[in-house]
């Protein structure tokens, strides 16, 4: 790892402004949905090449990468995606309590909520990417740690799930326990590695 400063607000809003520019076709994840993909490839059980995750990032058909202005500009790009993943691990590592998803905020009866379905789909892709490595969490009696990413992440859910995420408030409390489930996540992969 490079001893870059961590990513700086201008470089985040660079990346962000990117993202939701014309340049980006309507697949393309934007900065929440980047954050939980990236969070997912942080803590998961294998590491994945940037070549991989990268292409991903921008929707599923090859052929959508963005019209970059330049070689360089789709390295500048690419390059903070990287520092932004190298952020994400090295706070889960040196101060997991600081950890922040970049969950969404929506007001909702006058009070202020978390929205964290974005953030939750692109943790979902990032898992997606490794399915079956994920598989010994999902099967072991921590795989309910999976259960709200699931909830507020997935394309489809049970007819019977829909009541569990039916109002801002329920989807408020599925964001605080995906909060609290990262580390635990991370500790789970972390065992799993050490044996």
Not at 168 to 189: G, N, Y
Request: with cysteine.
């Amino acid at each position: 790892m490079h001893n870059d400063p961590l990513l700086s607000e201008q470089e985040f809003d660079e990346l962000d402004r990117f993202l939701m520019s014309d340049q980006c076709n309507d697949d393309a994840m934007t900065m929440d949905a980047l954050h939980g993909f990236l969070t997912a490839i942080a803590i998961g059980p294998e590491k994945i090449p940037a070549s991989e995750w990268l292409a991903a990032v921008w929707g599923t058909d090859p052929e959508e990468t963005p019209a970059f202005d330049s070689p360089q500009a789709e390295q500048r790009i690419a390059h903070l995606m990287t520092r932004t993943l190298e952020d994400i691990e090295v706070t889960l590592e040196v101060a997991p309590a600081d950890f922040e998803p970049l969950f969404c905020e929506l007001q909702w009866k006058g009070k202020s909520l978390l929205d964290a379905e974005a953030w939750a789909w692109g943790f979902l892709e990032g898992v997606k990417l490794r399915n079956e490595a994920w598989q010994p969490l999902r099967d072991s009696p921590q795989g309910g740690l999976l259960r709200a990413f699931y909830l507020l992440g997935a394309e489809e859910i049970d007819d019977s799930e829909v009541g569990l995420v039916d109002d801002p408030l329920k989807c408020h409390k599925l964001a605080v326990e995906i909060e609290a489930s990262i580390p635990q996540i991370r500790r789970f992969w972390l065992a799993r590695c050490a044996q």
